[in-house]
T-cell receptor, first 112, second 114 residues
């Protein structure tokens, strides 16, 4: 059972570079989320999507963009990476009925 | 706005000791409450959840939590911890408005010494 799959698992970028993190879920979930996890701050919501073709800002959206062109995929983009974006990024999904969110394994991103 | 407070940032226990982790939330309406666990190097996994009904909720691995509405609390308990319970624990809440937007606490790191 794949569940929620994130790629890549690790990445090192230089300041100013761009990249896209991919999240894929095979549970036919409507809702998908991107979080960042930083020490002592828990998980903070970056962006989320309530369905294919829709996205919305979360708690800390600045510097990130997202797209949900297909129901199963939710992409997180960094157009110009900054050291403050060094973090562990988690994707999650849930259905309308089943409220607990299912999390991916995370992407550890370092910006030098 | 919703917020979640976890008062204990780090907890160190010996095996077989009892555990209680505090969680308080602020939200005026009906809430759904969750405890997630993150083992070292892994993703978050659901320990237990409360939607309605019996305020004492039992989860996996012997964990339980009690919802006390008057205190806006949802504390996590385990009578006897094991070394394998070493992990970070997150309390989370979402308002029962039909939209699944979780707010997480800052987490509690638990270290259980053998």
């Amino acid at each position: 059972n794949a569940g929620v799959t994130q790629t890549p698992k690790f990445r090192v970028l230089k300041t100013g570079q761009s990249m896209t993190l991919l999240c894929a879920q095979d549970m036919n979930h409507e809702y998908m989320y991107w979080y960042r996890q930083d020490p002592g701050m828990g998980l903070r919501l970056i962006h989320y999507s309530v369905g294919e073709g829709t996205t919305a800002k979360g708690e800390v959206p600045d510097g990130y963009n997202v797209s949900r062109l297909k129901k199963q995929n939710f992409l997180l983009g960094l157009e110009s990476a900054a050291p403050s974006q060094t973090s562990v990024y988690f994707c999650a999904s849930t259905s309308l009925e089943a409220q607990p969110q299912h999390f991916g394994d995370g992407t550890r991103l370092s910006i030098l | 706005a919703q917020s979640v407070s976890q008062h204990n940032h780090h907890v160190i226990l010996s095996e077989a000791a009892s555990l209680e982790l505090g969680c308080n939330y602020s939200y005026g309406g009906t809430v759904n409450l969750f405890w997630y666990v993150q083992y070292p190097g892994q993703h978050l996994q659901l320990l237990l959840k409360y939607f309605s009904g019996d305020p004492l909720v039992k989860g996996i691995k012997g964990f339980e939590a009690e919802f006390i509405k008057s205190k806006f609390s949802f504390n996590l308990r385990k009578p006897s911890v094991q070394w394998s319970d070493t992990a970070e624990y997150f309390c989370a809440v979402n308002g029962n408005t039909g939209f699944q937007k979780l707010v997480f606490g800052t987490g509690t790191r638990l270290l259980v010494s053998p």
